[in-house]
């Protein structure tokens, strides 16, 4: 209830404010555990990959956040979970994983701050991918979120990571990373 009152608020406020449009929304599966994996350009991201969506989005959000008066019982309401900063928690592990094995929608961030695109990934998404079946959709947000501006959110079809399941090497996970990048990268650069 709390989560479908605050996106539909936010929905007309980022599409009021930043003229938000989404693009591929038909990649998104309806059902089934959804790995969206996206590029990361400011706070304003998280609620971007999820509010054009049908299905509930959650994300890992810094511990610090839950702390914060009114915002963390709201965020949390909001089915966002805590990582410690430097590093992921078991917990946090635990619960990614329970998320897409149940079925749910999780958005993540490979890079893991925000940066102009060029930081190296983070195994994390990857990682969570190959440990499940969830479907790994790419997804690139476009735009700066400009008063009155045009921001995009685009996704893409899901990414094939079959030929990396099962075979556990740590360089197995290394190129699932790089193919997740690759496919956001060319979303931004066909999007632009």
């Given amino acids: 209830m709390v989560y479908t009152i605050c996106s539909t608020i936010l929905r007309i406020l980022y599409v009021f404010l930043f003229r938000l449009k989404a693009v591929g929304k038909e990649h998104v599966p309806e059902q089934g555990g959804v790995l969206l994996c996206s590029n990361h350009i400011s706070n304003l991201d998280p609620p971007t990959v999820g509010i054009l969506l049908n299905r509930k989005v959650r994300f890992m959000a810094k511990e610090e956040l839950f702390k914060v008066p009114v915002l963390g019982p709201l965020i949390r309401q909001l089915g966002a979970y805590p990582v410690k900063r430097g590093g992921v928690s078991k917990e946090s592990i635990k619960t990614s994983l329970l998320i897409l094995r149940e079925g749910g929608v999780l958005g993540i961030f490979p890079e893991g701050s925000r940066n102009a695109g060029d930081a190296a990934a983070k195994n994390g998404a990857a990682s969570f991918a190959l440990r499940t079946d969830a479907a790994v959709v790419p997804v690139a947000i476009v735009g700066q979120y400009k008063l009155f501006g045009k921001t995009k959110v685009v996704y893409g079809p899901p990414i094939n990571l079959d030929n990396y399941r099962g075979k556990g090497a740590i ?10 990048m690759l496919a956001i990268r060319q979303l931004i650069q066909e999007n632009q």
């Fill in 171 to 180: 360089g197995t996970v290394d190129e699932a990373t790089d193919k997740i």
